[in-house]
């Protein structure tokens, strides 16, 4: 019988994990529960001044916009992924024209259409099964 080590107990392979709490970004409800701490925690003597509250509620305010611009943007970007996507869906059945990597120029009918990273290309119906994308396209029938 022989004694094995498994080598996922090795002392080198759990120094090379990286431990990681918490999240690097600070976001509203952050900013919020900072703003109320140090709203509870001010020197009664020497209160925050109207000005130094005004800067930090705008500073919210700012924040507050900003995130909600990112998520309307992310909404947009995504319907305009789709809409693309169906524009190009209505190339299947046509006869194409396109410039090969060697820059020779072939005809094929477009098979489907595909959509990843954020990019279509279009899957041909000849012997390769040939993909290409629209930057290639000279000609559409």
């Known amino acids: 019988m022989t004694n094995t080590v498994d080598s996922t107990y090795l002392l ?63 909404k947009f970007i995504k319907s305009v992924e789709q809409n693309q996507f169906m524009q190009a869906s209505s190339m299947i059945g046509k006869t194409v024209t396109y410039s090969d990597d060697q820059n020779n120029e072939n005809t094929a009918v477009v098979k489907s259409v595909l959509f990843k990273d954020g990019s279509t290309s279009f899957q041909l119906d000849d012997a390769q099964r040939t993909t290409i994308t629209s930057g290639q396209i000279t000609k559409i029938e």
């Open 12 to 74: 080198s392979n759990y120094q090379n994990q990286a431990k990681q709490t918490g999240n690097s970004t600070l976001g509203k409800d952050d900013f919020l529960k900072i703003l109320m701490t140090q709203l509870q925690n001010q020197d009664p003597l020497n209160p925050m001044q109207d000005k130094d509250f005004v800067a930090q509620m705008a500073t919210f305010s700012s924040l507050e916009q900003m995130t909600n611009l990112n998520s309307s943007m992310d």
